[in-house]
């Protein structure tokens, strides 16, 4: 099974940009469909942006559409999530997620691998 960690999190002011990471140890990312997910407190864990295994199909949530973008190195064995002009809202922890199977789904239950996650902060 796949083991994935997130990195990249900050503090930052509102229209900063970050850059997260997750890097996958003991399987080969490409046999993954993957996604990223946010959870602020007292929110349930909210789809953000998810991948197809080969990179060609991305989605993403409407409060991040056209703002991140998510991308993969399969050969790094790493997935990334690029975040433009952040807002506050944005602020949460932020977890990325794999899934065996081809379908990509928006559904966080789908998923059945996790990180530990990374924290994003956005001040105003």
């Known amino acids: 099974q796949v083991q994935l960690v997130e990195s990249g999190g900050g503090l930052v002011q509102t229209g900063a940009s970050l850059r997260l990471s997750c890097a996958a140890s003991r399987s080969t990312l490409s046999g993954y469909t993957m996604g990223w997910f946010r959870q602020a407190p007292g929110k349930e864990r909210e789809f953000v942006a998810a991948i197809s295994r080969d990179g060609g199909n991305t989605y993403y949530a409407d409060s991040v559409r056209g703002r991140f973008a998510i991308s993969r190195d399969n050969a790094k064995n790493t997935l990334y999530l690029q975040m433009n002009n952040l807002e506050p809202e944005d602020t949460a922890m932020y977890y990325c997620?794999?899934?065996?199977?081809?379908?990509?789904?928006?559904?966080?239950?789908?998923?059945?691998?996790w990180g530990q996650g990374t924290q994003v902060t956005v001040s105003s």
């Open positions: 997620a794999a899934r065996g199977s081809i379908i990509i789904t928006r559904t966080p239950a789908n998923y059945e691998y």
